[in-house]
């Protein structure tokens, strides 16, 4: 395939970059290259939101889930620093610097009611509090709707302020929509994409000039078998999905990631639907996507999907990545063995599938093989006698990495445990199934007698570790606990409500 | 003949095209002339917004910028033999690769005690110490060499004291330990504690926080002529980077320019700590004649540089049936990691606060500061004075679940008296007492009586989840402990064209410094906001400064600047009288118009005429602090000008299987004095609350037990506050009380003494473990109290577990 430029919409026209290494990033290139320096760094790790930015592409093809349509355009505020350049080729970038210009006003409403309300002190956080506000005021313009104070607070996770102590942030969200409206005009941007798209054929093939040369090229191909070719003729290339892992391992770790295989681009990759009674997550949407399809399975799960990372990382990170980087701590994969998930993995034109917990050998160990790839999860309809919760324990509700978290999961036939699911994280060196736990409450009564047996058996199970986030003994402590509280929620006798015995849920259930 | 004037330009704010929104009371009083008092948006606001306030690494660079990075030290403790430079001098792009024998001055950045080296000379002290510098042609191939220093360094390992209490024991402190020793006779303590009827002892253990200024540390150097240097650094100190440098360099002050617009946050980690990056940046600069930027990634950060000091106490109080006190006895072990920093200070602070709002009749406070192989810790927002306060209101606390009384009662019969009971044990009179009038304003407010037995009555019918409900005080002591840094200088610039700016020796980090210094020029102008600018704060326009610390910022540069800006005034008075009749006294500024003997003249018209008339239309300004004093081996003198006060009651609900904890409602009532600008003060005060909460509950520093390593060194691993942290019933308001002295219009700082505020959070969770466990349950809570810590404490009180 022929070397072409990253080509992208940019500062209201297309921009063609030719000389930048392949795992340069989006804030190097804004602040470095093209000296756009409204967009800030405070981390280089996706944990502090200063560099938000929006991206946007077409939607004509099956990638919209989960972003923000506006016209034809998906949005979606991501994380500049750990998103690599070349991954923009064919897609739009959206900046601080771009917002006055969608209004005739000195600002934009959404920087507008942050002035009003007194938003910014330092006012390092505040380019990408606004570029995360815009998303909510796009979102919310186009569905005509206005978010309430916990839906601002969501959509703000991703974004640290050490000064204001946010109130004045929340209180200018609800503003902003109060000001006189400010459109986004997507049409120049759709046509601009479109050219590019025709012009890129089967996909970006892209190499800094003068260093083509294996270990630096970069190729995102546009269709499935196209990358299974490619990866099958060069396995020792890194796959790349949404480089919320490997965009930290570039910068925090200095590691030398090789030829890079962008399947974002794939749009057959990033299809969710439903397949009899089978949900297909396809191994590149994103994680914000894949989570709200098994919310609608499960809608137990909104807390977890609340929690796992803040919206720019779901906006950019996949679920296929997740589940594929196989972290000890991930949380998608408790959930996914409780649900009995089933993996389709693919090497050349062969695929096979694999039940999720089967998947993990050892720590950060799994049983891809060399050139082959997660094609999809494949997650079973839930069956109505099934009552299930996720469970995440971390310092912080928000963004945080999980001390343990849990996929919890019992089918009863009239009282009797006919099946049961208990998977954990951050008790061993990969996320698996507590089988003594599980044997405790197999074909028991759904009872207080068999749910002790099962929080005594976790002991036999898993053997933490002591880490800065928990001690072993709180770790062993708490898993039993956690299973108390599904019991508690799930029990078939007066089973208690959520705000009961969640203090989240309580805080936002009701005002004091 | 009025020109130029327009009604609804002054309604705008330092953005002259956006007006300011403002409730109906100041907007009238904006209308009428006030310019303090007015909740005018930040000067920066509308570039913040727009990502056009430029910080440091936002300047352009000059041709030819090279870049550096510090390698770090992989061992806590140890000799460095030797480094081996050839490695790294071979890697793509490195220019140069130095050695703390490359500077050419003195080995150190220590502000106080010259104790701390720029880069290791020869004796590693603790796991990240820099001890080499990397210049690069880039900033990753710079931080790349950093990285790979591992095999080039000969070191000889040893074994690390990585804890305060284990220094403590080996008597190992960085600086002399300090006793606070108020008694009413010789032995009165001893006595009151031998004749109490009721006595508590115990240990609390205390974390650190980190800084977490959103903008990183950085500085950057650009060679001038003559063996001169401009450097722009993120500092709050620019004239002690100024000192640092010409000491590293071997130079005089006057040879180093240092410029600071602004900065992405402090917080007190950017007084003292920025000082090896300036000099670092500076001595690579100097030594290769280019311009040299240190931008520190954020582990690198974490790893380097100090914080809050974890503090650990020993305790022992004996009090009467109604819970007052009537003898201490404490002692603080601070770490100070390996060098004595900002310290000696701290400490000093800490145990000027351990009293925070009660009398404390017989009284000896011990201070400690421990070495330790970590970080040096510093200066952070309240330094130190939350650490000595915290103690006293879980001494508090504890009173009162052991006599089974309401910890509020228990306080008010511990306040500070107003006639009597009212002197510190540092022996300063407190004049300026409203912490009782305070209080109860707030128990109305957030109507705090019903609300504990709401909290008591939702407590019987949850088994899972329970309540806690908790009110404490502030009061806090304002200037700096060393009397000689409180003062400041500032010059005020009048154009021809009627425009001013306004420079003065603080620094803006977004706690609206400059915002309230160019309302008070305004104010004593009689002009509009957008007639003001604020510029760069520059060792060279203003010399000598003190740190923007100790919350001090407006009320000493606010003086000086008013001090400036009313000598112009007065000479335009003179002259408006002498050129227009009448005199000079009765000359008014407002509104831009300046009106003398009947006639009405727009305020750039007479500046045009006072400037043709050769008039100076621009001035210096200079404010000391009156009153203060102190000895500093006794412990005692004036150390405060005044004091500020607050309170705050916070209502949490934890999760007895879990640990969670959430913030449910918080109400604070606090002392800004006559607020400059109420909307500012409310933003520091919440931020505070909000800040010190995370202190007291996420933000936990890990260490490894045996190596030393920061384990928490990034977002990632330790977690401030988000959005959803911050309750939707937050209800914060001013407590309207004008200053007893003097300060600029009456106002008091506002920086840290809300740091003490989120107390109540602490308390409350307290509060709430304790409703796990029987009556007089007092649960043993470590700060921070994270989950894990909860549950804990709910396990010291033998609760009924599932
Ligand atoms: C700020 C922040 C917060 C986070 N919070 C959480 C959290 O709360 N919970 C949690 O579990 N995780 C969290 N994460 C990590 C999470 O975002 C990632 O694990 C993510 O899901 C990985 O997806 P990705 O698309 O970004 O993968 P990438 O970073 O692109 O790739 C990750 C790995 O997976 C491989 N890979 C990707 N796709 C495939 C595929 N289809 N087939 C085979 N291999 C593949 C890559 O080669 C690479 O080895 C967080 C990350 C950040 C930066
Ligand atoms: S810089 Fe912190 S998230 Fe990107
Ligand atoms: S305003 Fe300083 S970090 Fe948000």
């Given at each position: 395939m022929m070397q072409q430029p990253i080509s992208f919409y940019f500062d209201n026209r297309i921009v063609r970059v030719a000389?930048?290494?392949?795992?340069?990033t989006v804030l190097a290139w804004l602040r470095g290259a093209v000296r756009r320096t409204g967009t800030k760094e405070g981390c280089a790790e996706g944990d502090c939101g200063a560099c938000t930015v929006i991206v946007a592409e077409l939607a004509d093809e099956a990638g919209d889930a989960g972003g923000i349509r506006a016209g034809n355009l998906v949005l979606r505020p991501i994380n500049a620093c750990i998103r690599f350049l070349p991954t923009l080729h064919g897609k739009a970038l959206l900046t601080i610097e771009d917002l006055a210009g969608l209004t005739d006003r000195a600002l934009h409403p959404v920087q507008q009611a942050m002035v009003d309300c007194h938003g910014s002190q330092c006012g390092f956080c505040t380019p990408g509090f606004v570029m995360s506000l815009f998303a909510t005021y796009l979102r919310h313009q186009a569905a005509q709707t206005t978010p309430d104070r916990a839906a601002i607070a969501h959509d703000l996770a991703g974004n640290l302020c050490r000064?204001?102590?946010y109130r004045p942030i929340l209180d200018a969200a609800a503003r902003m929509f109060a000001l006189p409206p400010a459109t986004l005009d997507t049409a120049p941007i759709e046509a601009a994409l479109r050219a590019v798209a025709a012009e890129t054929g089967a996909g970006l093939s892209y190499a800094a000039a003068g260093q083509a040369g294996p270990g630096a090229r970069f190729y995102a191909p546009r269709e499935v078998d196209a990358l299974a070719a490619w990866y099958a003729e060069r396995p020792e290339a890194t796959l790349l999905a949404g480089a919320t892992d490997i965009g930290l391992w570039v910068n925090k770790r200095f590691r030398d990631v090789g030829d890079l295989l962008y399947l974002g681009d794939v749009a057959a990759l990033r299809c969710i639907e439903r397949e009899g009674d089978v949900l297909r997550i396809g191994a590149g949407a994103t994680l914000e996507a894949a989570w709200a399809a098994l919310i609608g399975l499960e809608p137990a799960l909104g807390e977890m999907a609340l929690r796992f990372a803040g919206p720019p990382v779901r906006h950019a990170g996949t679920m296929g990545g997740n589940v594929a980087n196989g972290?000890?701590?991930?949380?998608?994969a408790p959930v996914l063995m409780a649900m009995d998930a089933r993996l389709v993995l693919q090497h050349g034109a062969q695929s096979r599938e694999v039940p999720l917990d089967a998947f993990y050998l050892d720590y950060m160990r799994n049983d891809l093989a060399k050139g082959e790839f997660l094609r999809a999860i494949l997650v079973p309809l839930p069956d109505p006698d099934t009552r299930m919760r996720a469970y995440k324990i971390s310092k912080r509700f928000d963004c945080d990495i999980s001390a343990l978290s849990c996929g919890l999961a019992v089918t009863l036939e009239g009282e009797t445990i006919s099946r049961v699911r208990l998977a954990f994280g951050g008790m061993a060196a990969t996320v698996r199934r507590a089988r003594h736990a599980e044997a405790a409450l197999h074909e028991a009564v759904w009872g207080e007698a068999a749910v002790r047996a099962a929080m005594a058996a976790l002991d036999e199970d898993f053997t933490p570790l002591s880490d800065l986030r928990a001690s072993r003994g709180y770790r062993r402590l708490v898993a039993r606990n956690l299973l108390w509280r599904f019991w508690l929620e799930t029990r078939s006798a007066a089973p208690l409500p959520a705000a009961s015995v969640r203090v989240r849920t309580f805080a936002m259930a009701g005002a004091v | 003949m009025n020109q130029d004037f327009s009604p609804d330009r002054a309604a705008c704010g330092f953005a002259r095209d956006i007006p300011l929104v403002l409730d109906a009371g100041e907007a009238a009083a904006l209308r009428a002339g006030a310019r303090v008092g007015i909740s005018a948006a930040h000067e920066s606001a509308h570039l913040h917004v727009a990502g056009a306030a430029p910080y440091v690494d936002d300047v352009p660079e000059a041709a030819g910028t090279l870049h550096a990075a510090l390698a770090p030290s992989p061992v806590a403790s140890g000799v460095l033999r030797s480094i081996d430079r050839a490695a790294l001098l071979a890697m793509p792009g490195v220019v140069a690769v130095l050695t703390a024998a490359d500077i050419p001055g003195a080995n150190d950045c220590g502000p106080v005690i010259h104790d701390d080296p720029i880069l290791a000379d020869g004796t590693l002290r603790y796991r990240g110490q820099p001890v080499a510098l990397i210049v690069a042609t880039a900033r990753d191939l710079a931080r790349l060499a950093a990285a790979r220093i591992g095999p080039c360094l000969d070191i000889e390992p040893a074994t690390p004291v990585l804890t305060a209490r284990e220094a403590y024991a080996r008597g190992d402190a960085l600086l002399p330990p300090a006793s606070l020793i108020r008694e009413s006779a010789p032995g009165a303590l001893t006595a009151a504690l031998a004749a109490a009827p009721h006595r508590l002892g115990g240990q609390f253990s205390l974390g650190g926080q980190e800084q977490f200024y959103l903008e990183g540390q950085i500085a950057y150097a650009l060679p001038t002529e003559n063996q001169g240097l401009r450097v722009l650094c993120s500092t709050q100190h620019p004239s002690e980077m100024q000192h640092l440098i010409a000491h590293a360099l071997g130079w005089r002050s006057h040879q180093v320019l240092v410029e600071c617009r602004r900065m992405g946050g402090g917080f007190g980690g950017k007084e003292s700590q920025s000082g090896l990056f300036a000099c670092c940046a500076s001595i690579a600069a100097a030594r290769l004649g280019r311009p040299v930027k240190l931008r520190l990634d954020r582990d690198d950060d974490f790893i380097m540089t100090g914080r809050r000091h974890p503090f650990e106490y020993d305790y022992d109080v004996a009090f009467d049936d109604d819970g007052r006190i009537t003898g201490i006895e404490a002692t603080l072990i601070a770490n100070g990691g390996h060098s004595a920093d900002l310290s000696g200070a701290v400490m000093t602070r800490a145990l000027c606060h351990l009293d925070n709002a009660y009398y404390l009749p017989e009284v000896a406070i011990n201070g400690f500061v421990a070495r330790t192989n970590t970080q040096s810790n510093t200066a952070f927002r309240g330094f130190g004075g939350p650490q000595g306060a915290l103690l006293i209101e879980i001494v508090m606390d504890r009173i009162a679940r052991h006599l089974g009384r309401d910890p509020l009662a228990v306080r008010r019969a511990n306040f500070y008296g107003v006639a009597s009971r009212n002197v510190t044990p540092y022996r300063q009179t407190i004049e300026d007492n409203v912490v009782a009038a305070l209080v109860d304003e707030l128990v109305a407010q957030a109507d705090y009586q019903g609300r504990v037995a709401a909290v008591a009555a939702f407590n019987r019918s949850n088994s899972v989840l329970k309540k806690g409900i908790a009110l404490t005080p502030v009061k806090f002591g304002i200037s700096f402990n060393v009397p000689h840094l409180n003062q400041a200088g500032a010059l005020v610039h009048v154009y021809a064209d009627g425009s001013v700016l306004v420079n003065h020796g603080g620094t803006e980090m977004g706690q609206g410094l400059n915002t309230k210094v160019a309302q008070v020029v305004a104010d004593a102008l009689g002009i509009g906001f957008a007639a003001v600018r604020c510029s760069a704060t520059d060792t060279s326009k203003i010399a000598n400064t003190s740190a923007t610390a100790a919350s001090t910022g407006a009320d000493l540069n606010g003086m000086a600047a008013r001090d400036a800006a009313m000598t112009i005034r007065n000479r335009l008075a003179d002259f408006a009288a002498a050129r227009h009749g009448g005199e000079a006294a009765d000359v008014q500024f407002a509104n831009d118009v300046v009106r003398v003997s009947g006639i009405a003249l727009a305020f750039a018209t007479l500046v045009r005429q006072a400037y043709e008339a050769r008039v100076q239309l621009w001035s210096d300004g200079f404010y000391a602090t009156p009153k203060v004093h102190w000895n500093p081996k006794g412990?005692?003198?004036?150390?405060?000008y005044y004091f500020a006060y607050g309170a705050a009651a916070s209502e949490v609900i934890i999760d007895t299987l879990t640990g969670e904890v959430s913030l449910l409602r918080a109400d604070i009532l606090h002392d800004a004095g006559r607020s400059l600008n109420p909307a500012i003060d409310i933003g520091q005060i919440e931020g505070g609350f909000i800040q010190s909460m995370g202190w007291l509950t996420t933000e936990e520093l890990v260490w490894h037990a045996t190596d030393g390593r920061l384990l928490t060194h990034a977002p990632s691993t330790y977690k401030i506050p988000t959005a959803n942290d911050c309750p939707a019933a937050l209800h914060t308001r001013l407590f309207d009380n004008p200053n007893t002295e003097p300060t600029i219009h009456r106002s008091k700082a506002v920086g840290e003494p809300p740091m003490l505020l989120a107390f109540s959070v602490l308390l409350a969770i307290r509060d709430a473990i304790a409703a796990t466990g029987g009556p007089g349950a007092d649960p043993d809570l470590r700060a921070p109290a994270t989950p894990e810590a909860v549950l804990d404490a709910i396990a010291s009180l033998d609760a009924i577990r599932p």
């Open positions: 000389d930048q290494p392949i795992t340069a000064c204001t102590g972290s000890p701590i991930g949380d998608a | 412990l005692h003198g004036r150390p405060f």
